[in-house]
Structures are given as structure tokens and as C-alpha cells.
């Protein structure tokens, strides 16, 4: 309340502001797990998905925050702040989609890859973003839902290759069931497209 007894409005936070903001911190906490990971004597990478490892469980949740060097976090940074950013503004559900394709993801992943090797990356979530706009486009089939699933394809088309197997150094299981646990997602929330303007 200001000197002569008026009541100040407080200011809004943007809308987009607000619904990205979670995107980027993400981002930043991904940022900072890899800075932290460059310490000498510091390993983070171990808490990665360890398949079939019951201690490995847990890079079920850690994993997207880990990175093989800035290089691989540079390369999902850029696309994780589109698709995710994408999904927060024109659907308003990137903490289901988010934690459905994590869980998901990761656990198919922990199932299925081979013993003995660790994945780490935000690149399953990448996939599950794309997966997830296109179907979420494909579901709903509101017309700027159609758009954005339209400007993913041609955008991120060729990112598909990355489900095959027999690639050295990438996690194609993580890529594969992250893709297949977006759609899930979008055709679980299906639903509730009518309640959003996409």
C-alpha cells in the first residue's frame, strides 16, 4: 500500500514466462550437475540408468540431468528448450508429459538395455517431447495442436534414426522408449485436450 493509502497493483509474470519457466530450470539444473560432474574426483555419471542393477533404479530420476562432457549437453540443451518449451505453451501439461516420460522411459530402459552399461542424458525426454507433440496432434486434432506436431516433424524428423540399435555410444533404448512413452502420454491425456486452446 503506497503513502496515500492506495493500494499498489502487484505486476503479473507473463504467461509464457510462467509456463516456460519450469523448461528452463531444467535446464539449469542440468547445467549445473554437468559443471559439478567436471570437478576432479567427482563421478556423477555413476547414478546414471544402470540396467537390471537394483541400485541403477534410481538414474531412472537422475538420469536427464547427467551428460557424457558439455558437448552431449550442449546437443539436447538447444532441443530440450524448443520441444519442452513448445509442450509448456501450447498445452500446459510439461510436468505430466515430463514425469510420465521419464518414469516410463527410463524404467523400459532399465528393463530392457543390456547389463552393464549406464545411460545418462536428457536425450530420452528430446525424443519423448517430439513423440509426444506429434501424437498429441495426431490425438487431438485441434488445428494449432496440428501445426506444432507438423513443425516438429519437419523440424526434428530426422532424429528417428536414433531409435535404431547397433549405434556405438547411444543409448537407442533410452531414445526408443522415450519416443514410445511420449505417445503413451499424449494418449492418456487425450481426454483432457478440449480444456486447452491447442
Same mark, same amino acid.
Not at 12 to 22: D, G, H, K, R
Not at 153 to 164: A, E, R, S
Given at each position: ?10 505486476r ?11 523448461v528452463f ?22 547414478y ?6 537394483a541400485?541403477g533404479?534410481?538414474?531412472v530420476?537422475?538420469?536427464?540431468? %547427467?551428460? *557424457?562432457?558439455? /558437448?552431449?549437453?550442449i546437443a539436447?540443451?538447444?532441443a530440450?528448450?524448443?520441444? &519442452?518449451? !513448445?509442450? @509448456?505453451?501450447?498445452t ?33 525426454l528430446v ?10 496432434g ?14 516438429v ?10 531409435? %535404431?540399435p *547397433?549405434?556405438? /555410444?547411444?543409448?537407442?533404448?533410452g ?6 512413452? &511420449?505417445? !503413451?502420454? @499424449?494418449?492418456?491425456l ?9
Open positions: 500500500m503506497s503513502s496515500s493509502g492506495q493500494v499498489t497493483p502487484r503479473s509474470v507473463p504467461p509464457a514466462l510462467a509456463a516456460t519457466l519450469p530450470v531444467l535446464v539449469l539444473l542440468m547445467w549445473a550437475g554437468e559443471i559439478v560432474d567436471s570437478l576432479p574426483g567427482v563421478d556423477l555419471d555413476q546414471g540408468i544402470r540396467p537390471h542393477d541400485e533404479l534410481v538414474g530420476v537422475t538420469a536427464p540431468f %547427467l551428460h *557424457g562432457g558439455f /558437448g552431449h549437453l539436447n540443451t538447444g530440450f528448450l524448443v520441444l &519442452g518449451c !513448445l509442450i @509448456a505453451m501450447t500446459q501439461r510439461f510436468w505430466p508429459v515430463t514425469i510420465g516420460v521419464a518414469l516410463v522411459g527410463g524404467f523400459a530402459t532399465w528393463l530392457a538395455a543390456s547389463p552393464n552399461s549406464v545411460h545418462i542424458g536428457a536425450s530420452g525424443y519423448g517431447y517430439a513423440a509426444f507433440l506429434v501424437a498429441w495426431v490425438f487431438s486434432r485441434r488445428a494449432l495442436a496440428v501445426v506444432v506436431a507438423v513443425i516433424v519437419l523440424m526434428y524428423g530426422g532424429i528417428v534414426v536414433g531409435v %535404431l *547397433g549405434q556405438p /555410444g547411444i543409448s537407442w533404448q531414445h526408443l522408449f522415450g519416443a514410445l512413452a &511420449g505417445v !503413451l502420454m @499424449a494418449w492418456l487425450r481426454g483432457s485436450a478440449a480444456k486447452t486452446p491447442a
